[in-house]
């Protein structure tokens, strides 16, 4: 991923999934490769995620410097959304 607004967009899109699906393996196994990405990439560490009512806030390290970013909650959320408006569409395969 090449900026990092759009690494911390897409991980936190995955992270919101996979905290809400505990049991989706595939989420949980995305949102580990984007945190490698982050801390590989981008130097990132130590993310620490807000939810407000409209805005999403991210606090993490970036090269030995405390850094933020918000995301608008509707953006964040559609994917979460989607999967429990139709859950037949989304079947989790757990490990075997």
Do not use: C
């Not at 949980?28 to 999403?56: N, P, W």
């Not at 030995?64 to 079947?91: A, R, T, W």
């Amino acid at each position: 991923m090449r900026s990092l607004q759009d690494a911390l967009y897409n991980w936190l899109s995955i992270k919101v999934v996979s905290d809400a699906r505990p049991d989706d393996t595939a989420a949980r196994d995305t949102t580990e490769l984007f945190e490698e990405l982050l801390a590989k990439d981008h130097g990132i560490s130590g993310i620490v995620i807000t939810k407000g009512k409209t805005m999403y806030e991210l606090t993490y390290n970036h090269e030995n410097q405390e850094k933020k970013s918000s995301f608008p909650v509707e953006l964040i959320d559609v994917m979460i959304n989607q999967i429990e408006e139709q859950p037949e569409k989304f079947i989790n395969y757990p490990d075997n």
